[in-house]
T-cell receptor
C-alpha cells in the first residue's frame, strides 16, 4: 500500500494560466474524490468518481474546472484561466467499500496552488 | 450553511492531561462520523470513526462519543502527547446511495504543551 500520491506538491502560476494536477489513488480503490481546502476552512468536496465515471460535481466546481479519470485509475484536475481565488490546497482521496455505510477516505498530501 | 461545526478554533492542553474536541452537526441524515488529523503541508489522516448505531468507539488513547439527540460528537485524547499537536477535523457522511463524500468542519488546532 503506497498511499494516495499527488503531483506536483506545489504549483505557482500567473493569473489566466491553465494548470493540471494529477492524483494516483491507492491501487484497487474504485472511488476517487477531489477536495479543496483554503486557509481556516475544512476540506470542501469538489467531485467524485466511481471507477471512470464522474458521478457528482459540487457547485463549487465552475466550468473552468474539469476532472477526468480515464480507465478508472489515476485522475487529473485541470483549472483553466486561473484566478487568484483558486489559490488553495487541492486534495485527492480514494476509498473502497468495506462495510455498507462505513467508508473512510484516504487522502494524499495535496497540491498547494498559488495564483499570482 | 455549515452542516458540520467545530466552534473552537483552538485548544491548548498540558501533556498527560485529557484533550476534548467537540463537533456539532445539523443534518439529521448523517449517520457516519469520522475524525481526521492534519499536520501542516500534509493531507488529513484518518483517526477514528463511529457509526450512528453506536454511542462510543475507542481506539487506544482516542475515544469518540456520539450523542444523536443533541447532534453532537466529541473526541477524547487521553493522555495527550506533544505529538498530538495538529489540526483535528470532524467529518460526517450519509450511508446509502453511491456517494460517500465527507462534509468537514473547519477544524480545531490542538496544541499539547510539554
Amino acid at each position: 500500500d503506497t498511499g494516495v500520491s499527488q503531483d506536483p506538491r506545489h504549483k505557482i502560476t500567473k493569473r489566466g494560466q491553465n494548470v493540471t494536477f494529477r492524483c494516483d489513488p491507492i491501487s484497487e480503490h474504485n472511488r476517487l474524490y477531489w477536495y479543496r481546502q483554503t486557509l481556516g476552512q475544512g476540506p470542501e468536496f469538489l467531485t467524485y468518481f466511481q471507477n471512470e465515471a464522474q458521478l457528482e460535481k459540487s457547485r463549487l466546481l465552475s466550468d473552468r474546472f474539469s476532472a477526468e479519470r480515464p480507465k478508472g485509475s489515476f485522475s487529473t484536475l485541470e483549472i483553466q484561466r486561473t484566478e487568484q481565488g483558486d489559490s488553495a490546497m487541492y486534495l485527492c482521496a480514494s476509498s473502497s467499500r468495506q462495510v455498507v455505510g462505513n467508508e473512510k477516505l484516504f487522502f494524499g498530501s495535496g497540491t498547494q496552488l498559488s495564483v499570482l | 450553511d455549515q452542516q458540520v461545526k467545530q466552534n473552537s478554533p483552538s485548544l491548548s492542553v498540558q501533556e498527560g492531561r485529557i484533550s476534548i474536541l467537540n463537533c456539532d452537526y445539523t443534518n439529521s441524515m448523517f449517520d457516519y462520523f469520522l475524525w481526521y488529523k492534519k499536520y501542516p503541508a500534509e493531507g488529513p489522516t484518518f483517526l477514528i470513526s463511529i457509526s450512528s448505531i453506536k454511542d462510543k468507539n475507542e481506539d487506544g488513547r482516542f475515544t469518540v462519543f456520539l450523542n444523536k439527540s443533541a447532534k453532537h460528537l466529541s473526541l477524547h485524547i487521553v493522555p495527550s502527547q506533544p505529538g498530538d499537536s495538529a489540526v483535528y477535523f470532524c467529518a460526517a457522511s450519509r450511508s446509502g446511495g453511491s456517494n460517500y463524500k465527507l462534509t468537514f468542519g473547519k477544524g480545531t488546532l490542538l496544541t499539547v504543551n510539554p
